[in-house]
């Protein structure tokens, strides 16, 4: 079975500070990994994907991640935060097969202050 | 990137109603879609996956009588809620898998208001 932990249900970075949203996963099968991003009252945009290719991932707005399996992480970087990146952000795993059944994380709250 | 519609995105209705909502995908053919339930502040909560020409696979704890699902097409699949309560006022999630990408796109929500 999968699960995903998400470290800090909050967090606050100043514009133009790194963004770092962590995101740790457990899964029995070579994991597919993706991270949303939802806006108030909206649905959930897909920011970036890992699906066994390249390790480094970079999605939309600048954001990326990297896969590290010895680490079961998938951490979410931005270099430089940007007020319209205050969001909730959800991290989630799937068991491989082509993103069937997703498993989120709690998700975390990005506050960005000016 | 590949778009899901949801309609209605907000409803209020009186207790014992029944409301649907649907969802649609716009630009891929979708034989899954999946239905989620989000609280306020927190995770989103799968119900079921919706399969194409076959009946819906339900999560434990959620009642199939009391969620009703229909995937008629490869483009719609159909929520109901029967005889709604106010404990069901929720947001609702949808999302169609998009074999070729390999990805879940999810719908922009609907939220239920029941009185």
Redesign the interface.
């Known amino acids: 079975a999968q699960s995903v932990t998400q470290l800090g249900s909050h967090v606050s970075v100043s514009e133009g500070a790194l963004v770092l949203l962590r995101c740790n996963y457990s899964s029995s099968v070579p994991p597919?990994l993706?991270w949303?991003v939802q806006y108030p009252?909206?649905?959930?945009?897909?920011l970036l994907?890992y699906?066994s290719a390249a390790t480094l991932v970079k999605g939309i707005n600048g954001f990326e991640a990297e896969f590290k399996k010895s680490e079961t992480s998938f951490h979410l970087t931005k270099p430089s935060a940007h007020m319209s990146d205050a969001a909730e952000y959800?991290c989630a795993v799937s068991d491989g097969k082509?993103?069937?059944?997703?498993v989120?994380?709690?998700?975390t709250r990005l506050t960005i202050n000016p | 990137g590949a778009v899901v519609s949801q309609h209605p995105s907000r409803v209020i209705c009186k207790s014992g109603t029944s409301v649907k909502i649907e969802c649609r995908s716009l630009d891929f053919q979708a034989t899954t879609m999946f239905w989620y339930r989000q609280f306020p502040k927190q995770s989103l909560m799968l119900m079921a996956t919706s399969n194409e020409g076959s009946k819906a696979t339900y999560e434990q704890g959620v009642e199939k009588d009391k969620f009703l699902i229909n995937h008629a097409s490869l483009t719609l699949s159909t929520l109901t809620v029967t005889s709604a309560h106010p404990e069901d006022s929720s947001f609702y999630i949808c999302s169609a898998r998009d074999i070729r990408q390999e990805t879940q796109y999810f719908g922009p929500g609907t939220r239920l208001l029941v009185l």
């Open positions: 597919y993706f949303y009252n909206q649905g959930l945009q897909l994907k699906t959800f082509g993103a069937q059944k997703l989120f994380g709690q998700g």
